[in-house]
């Protein structure tokens, strides 16, 4: 049984490019699963709206396809389906002329609360399709926007989006997504830090020898080089995702958990990063692009001979780089990000590596000993893990081995159905809780360390190294750890 819809509430969620990539991976299949778990409010209407014509069934048949082809097609229902389906409409919408949302608003069903608006569209759509809802009276002080990564290509080109929708949104209306904030692995990594005594005291450059985020991809850029050529890994990922979790991982504990707190600790970590320049990008980071190589055992072409590349492309598809939080608790503390295509595997992942033992008691005995690593993984598979020494069983001399505590709750509540990370992001918007969401100071902040990057390697000539397609980057990465006397964890 659907919740009823509390006063407040939106009575409406419009999805515009709702025939596009994300909508049908990521966005119809989640909202179904919210319905079939009772978790959307009754009535509550979905709204596609794209610029081609397309009947409604036609349409509703295309999100049924797209549901069986997620990973929740493995819990499809089809009476659930069939009330899912009743909720839907589809709307042709021209959001580039006067009138163009007419259909839109023709096809919104009236009633109390406000609509929220989900722009899954090319960011360069953001400003005037906020400013055709503002002239045409649909963006009410109830509505709420949703916008997708990336804002912007820069500082200037972030304030210019972030005012276009300013113009017509107030910021608490406005919610930014980064999916990877939606991760339950990213969930318990907050939990664990605040909800626990024992991690606070060491989660400092006391105890704490380096930090590693990765974000591994195994795919190229699949169809997408119009838009990835003109904005690479940098803009891409970095920006977005790695700086993101970079925040969580070196944030202060908040006074509370409320979306302004949370929010205004993670900012504080984007001001505190040190700042590059032409001299530093040489010796900090690292600009990589893939060449033909092998992945999971079939040939791939490399980044230059994709569909539609252009030849003499420099735009990296690997970034690897060494950042400093410059404050009180992380002073010293590197923290190395890494992120690329047609890498070895998937995964991402932050490594937390604890500094040695002061003195090895075990030395005299020939024992070696290991730092202690957190390892929290957020793909392919969601697991915290803490690498422990311990003595190995039998009745000989001692003999020293790692073994990692599992720190995930999988085994001990049960796996359960895995959740798209749009599912929770999409109910909380629902729910006007914008913890989760990035703040339009955040994203110019961010920006302007960006942008600091970008004008190093142009003032420094610096161009893109090659790397093969299947392997860990160029080797200049692991030159990157091994100045400072560390590995990546591979």
Wanted: glycine letters at 10%.
């Amino acid at each position: 049984m659907n919740p009823s819809r509390p006063a407040g509430a939106c009575r409406a969620l419009v999805i515009f490019g709702a025939t596009g990539d994300l909508a049908r991976r990521m966005l119809w299949p989640s909202l179904y699963a919210l319905h079939r778990d009772g978790l959307l409010p009754d009535p509550f209407q979905l709204v596609g709206a794209a610029t081609r014509p397309v009947p409604d069934a036609a349409f509703v048949e295309r999100v049924r396809e797209a549901i069986l082809a997620s990973s929740n097609g493995d819990h499809f229902d089809q009476a659930a389906f069939e009330s899912f389906a009743g909720r839907i409409r589809y709307v042709a919408v021209d959001t580039g002329s006067e009138g163009g949302l007419a259909s839109l608003e023709a096809a919104l069903a009236p009633g109390e609360g406000g609509v929220v608006y989900y722009l899954s569209t090319a960011p360069e759509h953001f400003g005037p399709i906020c400013q055709q809802l503002g002239r045409s009276g649909l963006a009410g002080a109830g509505c709420r926007v949703v916008v997708e990564k990336p804002i912007g290509t820069s500082t200037e080109t972030a304030l210019a989006v972030n005012e276009a929708i300013g113009t017509v949104f107030a910021e608490r209306q406005v919610f930014r997504i980064d999916h990877y904030l939606g991760k339950e692995a990213v969930q318990n990594l907050l939990a664990l830090r605040f909800a626990n005594a024992i991690f606070e005291p060491l989660w400092n450059s006391n105890a704490i020898e380096q930090v590693q985020i990765t974000v591994a991809e195994t795919v190229g850029i699949e169809g997408r080089w119009g838009y990835y050529d003109g904005a690479g890994a940098l803009r891409d990922m970095v920006q977005s995702h790695l700086m993101q979790l970079l925040c969580l991982v070196a944030m202060e504990p908040p006074a509370s958990f409320t979306p302004s707190a949370v929010r205004n600790e993670k900012v504080k970590v984007l001001w505190s990063l040190r700042p590059f320049t032409r001299e530093s990008v040489a010796t900090h980071t690292v600009r990589g692009q893939y060449a033909a190589g092998y992945v999971e055992g079939r040939p791939v072409p490399g980044y230059l001979e994709e569909e539609g590349a252009r030849p003499a492309s420099d735009t990296e598809s690997f970034v690897a780089l060494r950042a400093q939080v410059d404050n009180w608790r992380w002073a010293g503390v590197p923290f190395y990000l890494r992120t690329g295509k047609r890498m070895r595997q998937r995964s991402s992942e932050i490594v937390i590596q604890f500094k040695a033992a002061p003195f090895n008691i075990f030395a005299g005995i020939g024992q070696q000993l290991t730092a202690n690593v957190l390892l929290i993984k957020l793909q392919p598979h969601e697991t915290i893990t803490l690498t422990l020494m311990h003595k190995k069983p039998g009745l000989n001399e001692v003999h020293l081995g790692e073994v990692p505590l599992n720190l995930s709750l999988a085994d001990a509540l049960g796996a359960g159905r895995r959740r798209i990370a749009y599912e929770r992001m999409l109910l909380d918007v629902l729910r006007d809780n914008p913890a989760l969401f990035v703040r339009r100071d955040e994203v110019e902040a961010a920006w302007r360390w960006i942008d600091g990057i970008v004008e190093g390697w142009q003032a420094a000539g610096q161009k893109v190294r090659p790397y093969d397609a299947g392997s860990w980057g160029p080797s200049a990465a692991i030159a990157l750890t091994e100045r400072n006397g560390h590995s990546w964890r591979e």
